[in-house]
């Protein structure tokens, strides 16, 4: 997404920092996880990148220091939709009706950045008779039922000061600045196509307490070259010429959210009370070796066992998880409700992906559930099919 490479990069990308530290180095991951491919062959010969996370002592940013964004360009391949769960929906829905009454927006223009097939924003448009603009080199029109009928416009494109003439009430991006090497860059783009409007800010992002603190240690993946806690992403706003008005965790402290205002204004919110962060690196490689090697010992039992294991989610965390621990026969294939992922196959292991209703016939005898969040839906979702299967999730330490 950025021009600008920062491998063996000693300065912090967000705070420019040199107070640099190494946190864990982690070899041949996916370049893409949400890229799957056609054939297995395909699969097994995906591009693989390298992880070589280094943390900032002074405004708590993870970065990975390896990353080359030569390697990466987002099209029409690109597929990470998650808006096929109803428990992702709930929340998206909840997260825009929230967004259209603290604006006010009825009426209004909403222009959002990395709007994928434009669910969300098809949602914001709904919610308050809204107009919206949505940018993603990687949109494929017609795709997504949830745009029918909303005033939508979308643009094949990065978002930028070139699009200045296009203004907004509501400038939102969930999940795209943490794809980018320069996150600073990119922000101040974005403040400079605002201009003088009083356009307010909502950014998305995954968070990085939760993987350092937690072990969500499925969310590192080549795509992340950024890695936010409340402290860096308050950071980078404010360098770039914003007021942060609320920053909070969202999707049981999976995400943060980040509410804002173009302007040098003081912010209107003081920050919170860091954990400590560099605590939480100094031990995060040990734990996520730990953590690798539990699994891999769980998986060997079930096969030693004659079990069949699937495991359900085709995203960033089942493909990440399926390429740390080197699995090969342990899981039989991985299970998906995205229908456009349905029968293709994962890149570095090969797995192939099927929508839950295979499992009717599969029937296996164990399922992994990667994120808790949705483990109630598959239990629904199994239940529904007649099958009763053991169901193994990767809880939160």
Not at 294 to 308: I, K, V, Y
Not at 314 to 339: C, Q, R, W, Y
Request: aromatic share 10%.
């Amino acid at each position: 997404m950025e021009e600008e490479a920062i491998q063996g990069q000693v300065h912090c990308p967000v705070c420019d920092s040199d107070d640099i530290c190494e946190c864990i180095r982690i070899g041949q991951v996916p370049v893409y996880c949400n890229v799957l491919h056609e054939t297995r062959e395909a699969a097994l010969g995906a591009p693989m990148g390298e992880m070589d996370l280094r943390f900032c002592a002074a405004c708590g940013h993870l970065f990975n220091a390896a990353f080359d964004p030569a390697r990466v360009d987002y099209s029409s391949e690109y597929e990470n939709s998650l808006h096929y769960s109803g428990r992702f929906r709930a929340y998206a829905r909840s997260l825009a009706e929230d967004l259209v009454q603290r604006h006010g927006l009825h009426g209004k223009t909403i222009i959002e950045i990395a709007c994928g097939q434009g669910d969300f924003l098809a949602l914001l448009c709904s919610l308050g008779g809204n107009r919206g603009i949505g940018f993603d080199p990687s949109h494929v029109p017609g795709r997504s039922e949830a745009v029918g009928g909303a005033d939508l416009t979308f643009v094949q494109d990065y978002y930028s000061e070139t699009y200045g003439d296009l203004k907004a009430d509501l400038v939102c991006c969930r999940h795209a600045l943490e794809h980018m090497a320069n996150p600073g860059s990119f922000l101040s783009r974005v403040r400079r196509a605002i201009g003088k409007d009083s356009t307010a800010v909502f950014f998305e992002v995954p968070n990085a307490l939760f993987t350092l603190r937690d072990l969500g240690i499925w969310d590192i993946i080549y795509e992340h070259c950024g890695y936010f806690c409340a402290g860096s992403l308050r950071a980078v706003f404010r360098r770039n010429g914003f007021s942060v008005k609320r920053i909070q965790s969202e999707f049981g402290g999976q995400f943060l959210a980040l509410h804002a205002s173009p302007g040098g204004c003081e912010d209107e919110v003081e920050a919170a009370a860091a954990p400590d962060l560099a605590q939480l690196v100094r031990g995060f490689a040990a734990h996520y070796r730990s953590k690798v090697e539990t699994w891999r010992g769980t998986l060997r039992r079930l096969r030693a066992d004659g079990r069949r294991t699937v495991l359900w989610g085709a995203g960033s965390k089942g493909v990440s998880f399926v390429n740390a621990l080197a699995v090969s026969e342990e899981i039989g294939l991985l299970v998906d409700l995205n229908p456009h992922k349905d029968g293709r196959f994962v890149p570095g292991t090969g797995h192939r992906v099927r929508t839950p209703g295979y499992l009717a016939d599969y029937r296996p005898d164990t399922v992994l559930v990667m994120n808790p969040l949705y483990e109630e839906e598959i239990r629904r979702d199994l239940q529904d099919m007649g099958l009763s299967p053991q169901i193994l999730v990767d809880r939160p330490r």
